[in-house]
């Protein structure tokens, strides 16, 4: 008999996953796309809406406001990826090594994870961000660390049962060391679990790198920021409140994507039986 085939992402990622796509691809090729420069002030279009010079219309200054948001996608992409991809790393191997090790290792691992997840997130970022100094790495160093208590949490408990699985105390019994039987045992049956979180986190860093941004904490102007974006429409939302709102659909609309994105993974990768 044929192998039953598994279901894929389905039709409702396929949306998500096209606009992502696309967004992506204008902010890696967004220097040699034919743009308006992001901080170039147009004065014969203050405010303006949407026309053929400018399609999404423009900000206060008169800068494009197309151009504004596919750079700063830049930026948000850039924070997003970085963000999650150090807590995925981190968190995955401190929640390993909590499940497998135990001990005084579990014991200060959780613990200095319930310090940080009882640490308000905003009031850490703004701290650190503002004795550092805001810049792309810094933002993305910070939200990445606040990061890491939910991918310790998420890894922790099933590797807690799968340390108790005869194949994991076979290779205990013969004598594999505990670095090599996470890399080799552990690791490859949490993955899909991380996979999955990791994509609806990185819908999370985009969000709360445009809060920064709003701020006034994120990447410094010039660049733009879809936060800073926002924050610079609320002197003209009464009069023109396309100046803000569009910036913010398009933030709304990336963190909704990974969301759907991330829920979609989860049902197709089926992450329950996999981690357990």
Not at 176 to 202: D, K, Q, W
Not at 236 to 246: D, K, N, R
Request: aromatic share 4%; charged share 10%.
């Amino acid at each position: 008999m044929p192998a039953e085939r598994r279901p894929g992402l389905g039709r409702g990622a396929w949306p998500p996953l096209v606009f992502l796509g696309v967004l992506c691809t204008a902010a890696l090729l967004a220097p040699v796309l034919p743009l308006a420069d992001p901080t170039h002030s147009d004065t014969d279009a203050l405010a303006a809406g949407i026309s053929a010079k400018h399609w999404l219309g423009t900000d206060a200054l008169g800068r494009d406001t197309l151009s504004r948001i596919v750079h700063g996608a830049r930026v948000s992409l850039v924070v997003g990826v970085g963000a999650t991809a150090i807590g995925a790393v981190a968190g995955t191997l401190l929640g390993m090594a909590a499940g497998v090790v135990r001990g005084w290792v579990s014991a200060v691992i959780m613990r200095l994870t319930d310090v940080l997840l009882a640490f308000p997130a905003m009031i850490f970022a703004l701290a650190v961000i503002g004795a550092v100094g805001p810049s792309t790495a810094s933002v993305t160093v910070v939200i990445g660390l606040l990061f890491i208590p939910g991918f310790v949490r998420i890894v922790r408990a099933p590797v807690l049962s799968l340390s108790q699985r005869e194949f994991v105390l076979a290779c205990r019994a013969m004598g594999m060391s505990t670095p090599r039987l996470m890399a080799r045992e552990i690791l490859p049956n949490i993955l899909t679990g991380v996979l999955t979180y990791a994509v609806t986190m990185f819908g999370v860093g985009v969000m709360v790198e445009g809060g920064l941004g709003f701020l006034g904490v994120s990447v410094p102007p010039p660049e733009p920021t879809w936060g800073g974006m926002i924050a610079e429409g609320r002197q003209v939302l009464a009069q023109h409140p396309m100046v803000t709102l569009t910036p913010t659909l398009v933030l709304v609309l990336v963190v909704v994507c990974a969301n759907v994105v991330g829920d979609r993974l989860s049902a197709r990768l089926d992450t329950r039986g996999a981690m357990l």
